[in-house]
């Protein structure tokens, strides 16, 4: 597969993910949010900020797939191994820990609330888990990727 080839896949893919959240934090997750309203109404008073919450969410997935675009952009120009690469990764490294705090934020908030709701526990307790494995991922592959570009400069540089 070609460089140019693997990044409109990569590309393809990045859209069919933003589109994906769009849906999910422009709709499902309002409609979502009106339903469990209606059915509880002790917790109605977390509807506005349930919603905040997961636009907050919302803003930071989508500054971590910015970030993915600019590296498949790098890819596509065949420049995999380069410093905006490693800069990119480190960047979605730190918006994924930044992530994994709001969704922290959000269980010690409910917590304090006294919010027992055990579905969405365990799914913010996987969010933080998830969110914190990506952001090392993420830093690991910023540190390969600039000892890649150094080696690979330092090649340039031999010949």
């Not at 422009?26 to 349930?50: C, K, T």
């Not at 952009?73 to 960047?91: L, P």
């Not at 908030?109 to 579905?119: D, K, N």
């Amino acid at each position: 597969m070609q460089q140019k080839e693997i990044s409109r896949w990569l590309k393809a893919i990045t859209i069919v993910l933003a589109l994906m959240g769009a849906v999910f934090f422009l709709y499902i997750m309002p409609v979502l949010a009106m339903s469990w309203r209606d059915v509880d109404e002790s917790l109605a008073y977390l509807f506005m900020p349930g919603l905040l919450y997961g636009w907050c969410i919302a803003v930071i997935c989508y500054a971590i797939l910015y970030q993915f675009w600019k590296v498949c952009v790098q890819i596509g120009k065949d420049n995999s191994f380069s410093k905006e690469n490693a800069k990119c990764f480190r960047n979605i490294s730190h918006f994924a820990l930044l992530l994994a705090v709001v969704w922290f934020a959000g269980i010690v908030f409910l917590a304090i609330l006294a919010v027992r709701q055990p579905g969405i526990s365990i799914f913010m307790i996987t969010a933080v888990l998830l969110s914190v494995m990506i952001s090392v991922l993420a830093a690991a592959l910023s540190h390969l990727i600039l000892k890649a570009y150094e080696l690979k400069q330092e090649n340039e540089l031999t010949i």
